[in-house]
Every structure is written in C-alpha cells, then in structure tokens.
C-alpha cells in the first residue's frame, strides 16, 4: 500500500525574500559581466595582435570548455573538500598566478603583485 503524506507548503519570510533578491542581482552581475568579457575577447586579440578571428574563436570555444569541465568536477570537489574547498581554491589560484617569474612562487612586489587578492581568502 503506498502512503502519500500532504505536505504544508512554508511560506517565504522576510529575510528569506531578501537573501533571494541579493542572490539574484549578484547572479545578473556575474552574468553580465561574463557576457560583457565574452564580446571584448575577439576585439582585444584583434587589436593587441595575438591573433585573428579564428584564434579568438578558438579561445571562446575553450572557455566553454574549461567551464564544462569545471561544473563536471565541482561535485566530486565539494565531496573531497567539504568547507575547506574555498580554501583550497585560494591557495591554487595564489599558486597559479604567482608561479609565473623564472619558476619560482614569489611574494614581493611585481611578479607576486596579485598576492594580496588570495591572502584574505587563505587565512580563513
């Protein structure tokens, strides 16, 4: 015999409708701005010369890629780290963006300049 419970819809609070407004707007900002950087991309290959439509093409293809891949792989992220994922990004993206001069991690002024983006996140 299957057993059906009806089930009391709750109804929205206050704070609730404001914490959906706020993710709302922060949502149509990071999309806007994704589309904004989207149509600059082709334009600004062109006139700093670093390649021609087709290449341009190329890397827009590879960043819906990169972004595929990422939301395939952030479930099992989320399950292997938890909490601490944010961190974990932190510290590879600090990594990433300072290991760029001769090799080496720096942390003084010029190669390791965007040091102070990642510091905050990783002394949660």
Known sequence: MLCIKSEVAEQLTPSMKRLIFFLAIAASV???T???ITFRIPSLMIEAGFGDAQLSS???SAMQLIG????????FLISTF???????????????SDYDCLGSITLASGC?????????IVSL
């Open 82 to 96: 938890k909490e601490k994922l944010l961190l974990v990004a932190g510290i590879t993206f600090w990594i990433g």
């Open 30 to 32: 990071i999309v806007c």
């Open 68 to 75: 595929i891949l990422a939301g395939i792989s952030f479930s």
């Open 112 to 120: 390791g300049s965007r040091s102070w983006v990642v510091l905050p």
């Open 58 to 60: 190329l890397v827009l």
């Open 34 to 36: 994704n589309t904004a």
